[in-house]
């Protein structure tokens, strides 16, 4: 049998997306753990083999037999990552694929990471766990996430997306009482996420995190 590979998807109402559906044929009705990612800077445009190049969409291509959905979405050029149009993706999504909505995971690089913990801030209630990598944030939002478990990463020689980026999100998370980990590499530079990406820890991680609903 063929491996699974990644779909390209387009959407008129949010971004167009890279779609990988785990071989699920033995059990039609199971319900999947899904992580989504957001990929750097570099990567925007309107080719979706761009998304390709870093990050869980270069895992997939490497992993056919990856455990989860995976859904990768493209950042036009010169945007930014909108939470309400990645909102509208993740409605969609889940509207079309068999996704566990207790196990949602969300990560991204740089640009991508920096979407992370904004997204993850703005809409808690949909995620199980985020790891946001070489990014930041604003730290008054570090409230916002105390109930959802994070790991950050960073290289501690980044000279594009400096350190205290994700020490100060880091910091405001513990303040508040936030379930935290942060993995620094200490020769590391801009690039924290090759190794983050291909450590089984991560998955396993996520893995071990549901969804809480706090009323």
Not at 157 to 177: F, R, Y
Request: overall charge negative; charged content about 20%.
């Amino acid at each position: 049998m063929m491996p699974s590979i990644q779909k390209q998807v387009f959407s008129n109402h949010s971004y167009n997306y890279l779609l990988f559906l785990p071989n699920n044929d033995v059990v039609t009705e199971q319900i999947l753990p899904t992580i989504i990612f957001l990929h750097g800077s570099g990567e925007r445009g309107s080719n979706l083999e761009d998304v390709k190049r870093h990050g869980i969409a270069k895992v997939v291509e490497e992993q056919p037999d990856f455990p989860f959905i995976a859904i990768s979405p493209q950042c036009p050029t010169g945007k930014f990552w909108l939470v309400n149009k990645l909102s509208v993706l993740l409605d969609e999504a889940l509207a079309n694929y068999p996704i566990d909505s207790d196990r949602i995971y969300l990560t991204g690089l740089s640009m991508g990471g920096y979407g992370a913990w904004h997204w993850g801030a703005t809409e808690s209630h949909r995620f199980a766990a985020i790891a946001p990598i070489c990014g930041g944030g604003e730290p008054e939002e570090a409230r916002s996430l105390k109930n959802i478990p994070v790991w950050a990463f960073h290289g501690a020689k980044d000279k594009i997306v400096p350190l205290n980026e994700s020490e100060d999100m880091v910091a405001a998370l513990k303040a508040c009482g936030g379930n935290v980990k942060f993995t620094v590499y200490p020769e590391a530079e801009h690039d924290s996420w090759t190794q983050t990406y291909h450590n089984p820890e991560l998955y396993e991680w996520f893995l071990q995190h549901q969804r809480r609903v706090i009323r």
